[in-house]
């Protein structure tokens, strides 16, 4: 299996900013620990960190994120937008979108229409999980000081490179398409299509990036159940609104706005 090389993702980037410099380690906790610690320090926009293995990958609502060594790609983007904090939301979304044109550039049809973007960090393809995304961020005064974005594929995974547990709900290129992929050429359509999205959300705003993930959303339309304020909401999801947050229909025809959680499918796809 091709090592990761940064040179070699280098040389396939049409990007301007992000990518410029990237940091490769062959071990470390986390490629976010790495971000933040090079935020912290005064580290520049668009900045990557990339290993081959973590040894405490995370993820969202303090998961343990896991990263079959040499395998998968793990790479963290830091950013110093001007985006007010509450739109930290939309940057995560970005980076959604980036997995889905990434990965689908990959696939044969007919699996490429099983991919999507479940909100708010997660890629699927045939409804099992093959990317997800972690995202934090420090602010002042109102102000986002920055942002690291850290994103997880499966890239080469096999089904026994997972715990039990987590190979019932997370799947990988390799496992649905039977071929072994190249994580450098991976790494370096991620980056393009990413710098695409960022850049169109600071120039123009949300409204492509929203109707992009709305169109390719793996929730739009069906029944979910989703917690609100540490309420259980139950309803019709209709889509996202410009600060991308999930907007879901109650029976009773209340629409609530969900910002942070977990939101679940009631039926199967
Ligand atoms: C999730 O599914 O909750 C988010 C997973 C994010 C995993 C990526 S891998 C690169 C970066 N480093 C980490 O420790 N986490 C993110």
Redesign the pocket.
């Known amino acids: 299996m091709a090592p990761i090389d940064s040179k070699e993702i280098q040389k396939g980037l049409q990007s301007k900013t992000l990518g410029r410099w990237i940091s490769y380690f062959k071990t470390t906790t986390?490629?976010?620990?790495e971000a933040v610690r090079r935020a912290q320090e005064g580290g520049q926009e668009g900045e990557i960190f990339i290993a081959d293995i973590?040894t405490?990958?995370?993820?969202?609502?303090h998961?343990v994120?896991e990263?079959p060594k040499g395998k998968n790609l793990?790479?963290?983007f830091l950013l110093r937008p001007s985006l007010s904090p509450a739109s930290a939301t939309l940057l995560t979304l970005a980076a959604g979108a980036a997995v889905f044109e990434a990965v689908w550039g990959f696939l044969p049809e007919p699996i490429r229409s099983t991919l999507k973007i479940k909100w708010p960090?997660?890629v699927t393809l045939e409804g099992k999980?093959i990317a997800?995304?972690?995202t934090e961020m420090a602010s002042e005064g109102g102000r986002v000081d920055w942002v690291v974005v850290?994103?997880?594929i499966d890239v080469n995974a096999e089904p026994s490179d997972f715990s039990p547990e987590v190979r019932q709900i997370a799947t990988s290129l390799r496992t649905v398409t039977g071929t072994e992929y190249n994580r450098n050429l991976v790494a370096s359509r991620l980056i393009d299509s990413f710098e695409h999205h960022y850049r169109t959300l600071n120039e123009k705003g949300p409204e492509d990036l929203i109707r992009f993930c709305e169109k390719h959303s793996y929730l739009k339309g069906r029944r979910v159940s989703a917690e609100e304020n540490g309420k259980q909401v139950i309803g019709t999801v209709l889509g996202l609104d410009p600060r991308g947050s999930l907007q879901v229909k109650t029976d009773d025809g209340t629409i609530c706005n969900i910002i942070v959680g977990d939101v679940n499918p009631l039926e199967r796809s």
């Open positions: 986390s490629t976010n620990d973590q405490a990958g995370r993820g969202r609502l998961r994120w990263s793990a790479l963290s960090n997660d999980k997800g995304i972690l850290g994103i997880g």
